[in-house]
């Protein structure tokens, strides 16, 4: 099953969407969230895989950025409990192309 839940949209679409389709979600995955985040405009909530390092919601608090990183992804320390953040980070500093490569 899937490891991110996101719903887009009003913040009324997702004050009502989002509790909807987190208890359809872990139910589907057997698993409640590990970590979620709301903002104006996206509703995010993932999923700890059953193997492995949880996966979790890394946040900035200066710029109120937010990024989760789901499935495998290929980069430096990947196994660190802290790439999502690491990544985040990079995002915020460096333009988003020299990051992707």
Same mark, same amino acid.
């Given at each position: 099953?899937?490891?991110?839940?996101?719903?887009?949209?009003?913040?009324? /679409? %997702? !004050?009502?969407?989002?509790?909807?389709? /987190?208890?359809?979600?872990? $139910?589907?995955?057997? %698993? *409640? =969230? +590990?970590?979620? #985040?709301?903002? +104006?405009?996206?509703?995010? $909530?993932?999923?700890?895989?059953?193997?492995? !390092? *949880?996966?979790?919601? +890394? &946040?900035?608090?200066?710029?109120?950025?937010?990024?989760?990183?789901?499935?495998?992804?290929? $980069?430096? &320390?990947?196994?660190?409990?802290?790439?999502?953040? #690491?990544? =985040? !980070? &990079?995002?915020? %500093?460096? *333009?988003?192309?020299?990051?992707? &490569?």
């Amino acid at each position: 099953m899937s490891d991110l839940l996101v719903v887009v949209g009003s913040d009324a /679409t %997702r !004050a009502n969407g989002f509790g909807q389709l /987190t208890a359809l979600f872990e $139910g589907m995955n057997q %698993r *409640p =969230l +590990a970590d979620s #985040e709301l903002s +104006a405009w996206v509703g995010c $909530g993932v999923v700890s895989k059953e193997f492995g !390092a *949880p996966q979790m919601v +890394a &946040r900035d608090a200066a710029s109120g950025a937010f990024l989760a990183i789901v499935g495998t992804w290929v $980069g430096a &320390r990947t196994n660190s409990p802290n790439s999502a953040a #690491e990544l =985040l !980070a &990079r995002c915020l %500093r460096e *333009p988003i192309h020299q990051v992707a &490569r």
